[in-house]
Each structure stands twice: as structure tokens, then as C-alpha cells.
């Protein structure tokens, strides 16, 4: 990646994290960048809606850019929206340094695609739900936009479960933010940053598709999460280094089944990666 890219990264994460992640900053900067990342991304998402190959795809909130580019290179037709003007900037860099067209990222929100009806064949987000002004908007506009029979994936950070990605903290499951702001005090962090943040757990988001009659939810994330708890075999992105030392910890303690159980009872599993059809 083109070091003006890297630093405008860099700039940008140090500048959101501030107070917030006591980590190696450096070391979610690159992760961000990887491409590695973004191809266990599309690995995920193909091993839920398919073979993604000559599909449309939509990203809703493109970030960097880097899952649009690297998507047009498995020969998929994707395009990607960013509201972040900074972000949306640094992204037509990233799409130039791969030889693409700018025309495929539009920067817009999630709750105003600029696309029309029943486009895409499938419609992507990743740890972007939690960031927006209107979840529930975002969700329906996005299925707006896609074909009948197409799929929707959403992964998004579960505040019903027992892990904080941003601060990279253990998390009460299903604390009110009030309260979310005392303990994160606590703890010596920055409280102001749960200001943008919307608590997303599987609870609130089923009342939301309860009244969409288009889509049906066919895969959680439980399963995902089960197994890769059971296996360890989950990236050390970004902060899920210090998560898995925390799971590695539960294993010797033989607790990880009865976590598991635990967590198909009480939707622990994180994060959610809510994946429908439209029908």
C-alpha cells in the first residue's frame, strides 16, 4: 500500500482511538490495510450466500475502499458507498493504486443509497451498523436496493455479548450506555466515544425484521462463533489478539463448552453476522 495512504490511516485511527484503545495502534492501522483480512472477509461471506463471482455487490460503508478493490479483482461487480469524506478521499486512492475506476465508490450514507430498486444480487456491511444514524433505516434501505432473491449480510459487534471491540475490553453483556460510560471511566477511557455508538444486540435487531415481510434471516453468526471458539481458529485482527488469549485461558480452564452453551441460550455469540434473503 502507497505510504500517503498508510499515514492518512494512520492519522485517522490514531485520531478516532485517542484515549479509547491502549493497544499497538500501529498494528490496527496495518490490519486494516491487509489484504489478507479482506479475503477471510470474502471467504466469510461466499461460505454463507455462495460463489460471488459476476455477482453485484454493494458495500455499505466502504471505509478504505480495500474489499470493493480487491472484490473487482475475484472478478465480482462490486461497488461501494462511504459517507466519511476524509475516508471516501483516501478510498479513490486506494482504488487508483489498484488500477480501478473511482466510479464505483459513491460517497453516501447507509440510510440514502444512490442506487436504484432491486440492484444488487447481494448487499454487504461490516462493522458499520453500529456507527450509523438510523440502524433500522440503513437495514431497509439496503434491501430496498437488492434483488428478490438476493442476500444481505450485516456483521456487527454484539453489545449482548461479553466483548468490547473498539476499547478491546471485556463488556457486561447488554449494559445501558450510562452505565457504559462509568465502567469504561473506570477503566481509565476516553466515554465520549460511546456517543456514536448504537448498542446493537440480536434482540433489537429481530424486532426490526420482524415488521420487513420482504427478507428472512437465515444465519445468525452462532455456528461461526461456536466454532471458532471450539477451535481457536479466528484472526488476532485488530483487537481480537487480546480476545484470544482470553478464550486460549478459557480453554485451559475447560469453561469453552459451557460458554458456548451458555451463549446459544443467552445470543453471546459475536459478532452477529446477520445474514438474510430477500424473498
Not at 455477482?55 to 455499505?60: D, G, H
Not at 480495500?66 to 479513490?92: C, M, N, W
Not at 493504486?97 to 443509497?113: C, H, M, T, V
Request: charged fraction near 25%; hydrophobic fraction near 40%; include cysteine.
Amino acid at each position: 500500500m502507497e505510504t500517503g495512504i498508510v499515514e492518512t490511516v494512520r492519522d485517522y485511527v490514531e485520531g478516532v482511538l485517542k484515549d479509547v484503545y491502549f493497544g499497538d495502534i500501529e498494528k490496527i492501522v496495518l490490519d486494516t490495510l491487509s489484504e489478507r483480512r479482506v479475503g477471510e472477509q470474502l471467504e466469510l461471506l461466499s461460505s454463507f450466500v455462495g460463489d460471488l463471482k459476476g455477482k453485484s455487490l454493494l458495500e455499505v460503508g466502504s471505509g478504505w475502499g480495500l474489499f470493493v478493490a480487491l472484490a473487482r479483482k475475484q472478478q465480482v461487480d462490486s461497488y461501494g458507498i462511504e459517507p466519511e469524506e476524509d475516508v471516501y478521499q483516501a478510498s479513490l486512492k486506494v482504488l487508483g493504486s489498484y488500477g480501478l475506476s473511482q466510479d464505483i465508490l459513491k460517497q453516501a450514507p447507509g440510510e440514502k443509497i444512490p442506487f436504484e430498486d432491486n440492484t444488487f444480487d447481494v448487499v454487504y456491511s461490516t462493522m458499520v451498523l453500529e456507527h450509523v444514524e438510523d440502524p433500522e433505516k440503513v437495514i431497509k434501505e439496503s434491501i430496498r436496493v437488492l434483488k428478490k432473491g438476493g442476500y444481505l449480510q450485516f456483521v456487527i459487534p454484539n453489545y449482548g455479548s461479553f466483548w468490547e471491540g473498539h476499547y478491546g475490553i471485556l463488556w457486561p453483556p447488554n449494559l445501558s450506555k450510562p452505565l457504559a460510560k462509568i465502567y469504561v471511566s473506570l477503566l481509565g477511557r476516553n466515554p465520549s466515544y460511546l456517543d456514536g455508538l448504537n448498542f446493537i444486540n440480536q434482540g433489537y435487531l429481530k424486532k426490526i425484521i420482524a415488521n420487513i415481510d420482504e427478507v428472512k434471516v437465515i444465519n445468525w453468526g452462532y455456528e461461526t462463533w461456536r466454532k471458532r471458539l471450539l477451535s481457536l481458529q479466528f484472526s488476532g485482527w485488530a483487537t481480537l489478539g487480546s480476545l484470544r488469549r482470553l478464550v486460549k485461558l478459557a480453554h485451559r480452564l475447560h469453561l469453552v463448552r459451557l460458554i458456548c452453551l451458555f451463549g446459544k441460550w443467552f445470543n453471546w455469540h459475536t459478532p452477529i453476522i446477520m445474514t438474510m434473503q430477500k424473498r
